[in-house]
């Protein structure tokens, strides 16, 4: 391993990444750097912002094997009989879980508001309100907070269980991931009061006890890594099927685009044909996965405005430094 470029990569970090709390590279499942900054431990979770949906992807996955869901073209008021279909609307009648899951679901506004999901007493009853309308169904159209926020309740519902209970049997406890209760947040001053707290950890849930799908989940960076690994593998770990590797191969491939910009089922495709492709949150925060090169980097990060791009970080100085 060369010294003076990993010296010259923790120089670069420092100036011009400098909200980055813990990054790791590991290849073919060995783990080749691993180090903190801003006073952060490997012990530190982070709230990872939008990786949280991609790591919901996988719920959705796991739930659709384990036959709680029959699968992605199951439509999305399946799951909410009690929906009272406003007059003249049918839009929201054909939206599926796939539509979701790939951003093509239309949506009754034309800037997300934000504010309005953070101060509801029933976010998802909320999202439903404003899916569908005049809009065509399959056309990219990414939604932040609500439309994921909607599959949360679905699983909820298919499963019987609440969404931590059911990621924690299926997916945290056999990856040794310690996502352990629920956070609870009553205004604005707490959200911002959590959001870089070393010391927070666990699941955000909105006021009806529903575990957020598009936010929320705090991890380690060693925990992201382990989800990385688990994709990388194709849903293997210790030997153990975690994930159906049909769900991974489906849900890491191109289904909509964005411009240039390429998404599966929650999770960015990078690069379709190189099969690289991240989970990415706001700040900075991204699970990486190279599967030609077998390589996962991992990178917890500390919010900012306008965070400098970490895919550019990872393949312009952190490949090269670690591909041999």
Known sequence: MNQEKIKELENLITRDYSNIAGIIVQKNGTKLYENYFNKYTRDNAIHVYSVTKSVFSALIGIAIGKGYIKNVDQKVLDFFPYYDIKPGEKTIQDITIKNLLTMTAPYKYKTEPYEKFFTSQNPIQDALDLLGGDKAIGEF??????????????????????????????????LDIHVTHNVVLSNKEEYFAVMNDKNTSG?????????????????????????????????????????????IGESTKVHSRWGELSYGYLWWVIDDKKHIYAALGDGGNVIYINTNKKMVVSAASLFMPEAKDRIELIKEHIEPVFEN
């Open 141 to 174: 159209n990414y939604s932040a907070i609500g439309g994921t926020h909607i599959l949360s309740g679905i699983l909820a519902r298919a499963t019987g269980q609440t969404v931590l209970e059911f990621a924690a049997k299926h997916l945290f406890s056999p």
């Open 203 to 247: 699941w955000v849930v909105d006021p009806q006890g529903i575990n957020t799908a598009s936010w929320g989940l705090f991890l380690t960076a060693e925990e992201m890594t382990k989800i990385g690994q688990l994709y990388l593998d194709g849903g293997k770990y210790n030997g153990k099927q975690i994930i159906p590797a049909e769900w």
